[in-house]
């Protein structure tokens, strides 16, 4: 059996600590409360300081808990709330479009899939919550890349590989793609991230109008683009959906 690691116990300690009972602690109040010699907790507290998690009133020298400790959690958040949203809408998606559906959010210069319909026939399917695609080949990152200014800013900064011969990796290019993707409100990937698929995908914004996600569409090149264009309906198909979610979440102007 593993054993834990015993600094990262204590600094979660610390953190529940300075999350319950006074809003500000001092060095001496947090040694004692964990049991812990105050140049240990000293050590603890300066890392979590330098990462974000804690923060240290100049005046008092006091601890309270940091704004990324609020970044994350509201990150969490949103991610589940996106996806709960979404459920009924990505279910009728998949029924209409006869595809799988995948839902993705900005995650370490890539896309994550957060949420994942299988195709609705009986063929074998493997489950992909949780993969990565990349931000500059696919539909979803395109479009969070178009609509997402830190999400552009790590496509532009990020290695663009060359998946297959269709990959578009120069920067003029793929700035020329995304001016098309925020002009029509969709974005395709056709066999530009793996041979044989084809893609669609459009944004999902919050109340605020900020761009929070990505559903689309994935399957095979002669369903999809049957006639080397993205079919019609797919892509109503798709935005209807991304309008939905984004109006149970709060957006106006759909």
């Not at 994550?112 to 319909?117: A, E, F, N, R, T």
């Not at 399917?125 to 790590?154: I, N, T």
């Not at 700035?175 to 002009?183: F, G, S, V």
Request: some cysteine; proline content about 3%.
């Amino acid at each position: 059996m593993a054993r834990n690691i015993q600094s990262l116990e204590r600094a979660a300690a610390m953190l529940r600590l300075l999350a319950g009972g006074e809003r500000r602690l001092g060095l001496s109040d947090i040694a004692s409360a964990l049991g812990l010699a105050k140049g240990t907790a000293h050590g603890i507290l300066r890392t979590l300081q330098q990462e974000g998690f804690v923060e240290q009133d100049a005046a008092s020298g006091r601890y309270q808990l940091g704004a990324e400790l609020l970044r994350l959690g509201n990150s969490y958040l949103d991610v589940h709330e996106l996806r709960a949203r979404a459920l009924v809408w990505t279910d009728d998606l998949a029924r209409s479009s006869g595809e799988s559906v995948y839902l993705g959010v900005l995650h370490q210069q890539g896309v994550l899939i957060v949420h994942h319909v299988f195709r609705p026939d009986d063929s074998r399917q493997v489950l992909e919550v949780g993969a990565m695609q990349p931000l500059h080949s696919s539909a979803l990152g395109k479009v969070l890349a178009a609509y997402d200014p830190v999400a552009h800013s790590e496509a532009l900064e990020c290695e663009r590989e060359s998946f297959t011969a269709h990959t578009v990796t120069a920067p003029e290019a793929f700035e020329e793609i995304l001016d098309l993707t925020r002009a029509r409100g969709y974005a395709a990937d056709t066999e530009e991230t793996w041979e044989g698929i084809a893609s669609v995908a459009a944004p999902i914004h919050d109340r605020r109008r900020m761009p929070v996600g990505a559903v689309g569409i994935t399957g095979a090149v002669e369903r999809v683009c049957p006639s080397g264009e993205m079919r019609p309906e797919l892509i109503a198909a798709v935005r209807d959906c991304a309008r939905a979610v984004s109006r149970d979440l709060g957006a106006s102007r759909f």
